[in-house]
């Protein structure tokens, strides 16, 4: 899980900082991919409206049947 240091919500993240995320967001999610028996990395961002952002990555495992 990532969140945020500074209270931004995803659309009030500056440009610099909306660069930056989305690179370690690629770069997490090859991460998780690599790990065995992991197919996918599925990424989600949850707020609670308080201007303050989690993202959490999960890994699928291989085989595994879609809800």
Do not use: K, N
Not at 38 to 64: K, L, N, S, T
């Amino acid at each position: 899980m990532l969140h945020t240091r500074r209270h931004f919500d995803l659309a009030d993240l500056p440009d610099e900082l909306a660069g930056q995320l989305g690179r370690l967001t690629v770069r997490i999610a090859r991460a998780v991919e690599d790990i065995p028996h992991v197919a996918r990395c599925h990424v989600y961002r949850i707020g609670d409206g308080g201007a303050h952002m989690h993202v959490w990555f999960f890994g699928r495992p291989e085989g595994q049947s879609q809800l």
